[in-house]
């Protein structure tokens, strides 16, 4: 398994895990009823050592919701980002091996995309290496 897809894994299960909303769409937006979140393109670049393979892999969140206040998408943000950085360390599975090096906070913040209309954008950056 591709380490795009092991981190991809992890991040949905934690998600679908710790989120209260509707649902936690894998890829395009559903366009779901609010609350609701998209996990939003992975991509990942080299970040290997000389003797161990290793990717740099971007994950986004994206938290859509309604209200007149932002005051609950900043909730989701936070508990969303706050799931993505308790990803396990270990993502070795029967496919998979993998091993986070570091997860870290890379945004987290949440826009007004219209009247009553909130998103919150969540970015973590995980560094893994071939276990």
């Known amino acids: 398994m591709s380490a795009v897809a092991a981190v991809r894994g992890a991040a949905l299960a934690r998600l679908r895990g710790a989120l209260a909303v509707n649902r936690v769409w894998d890829g395009a937006d559903g366009r779901g009823t609010v609350p609701y979140a998209v996990l939003r393109d992975v991509v990942a670049v080299d970040w290997g050592t000389k003797d161990r393979a290793g990717r740099e892999v971007r994950v986004g969140v994206t938290v859509r919701d309604e209200g007149g ?11 969303a980002e706050a799931a993505l ?28 995309e219209g009247q009553g209309r909130w998103a919150g954008i969540v970015d973590v950056r995980v560094r893994v290496l071939a276990a």
């Open 69 to 79: 206040t932002p005051a609950r998408c900043e909730t989701l943000a936070a508990a």
């Open 85 to 112: 950085l308790d990803l396990p360390r270990d993502l070795s599975g029967a496919e998979s091996d993998w091993r986070a090096a570091s997860v870290v906070p890379v945004r987290c913040t949440v826009l007004g």
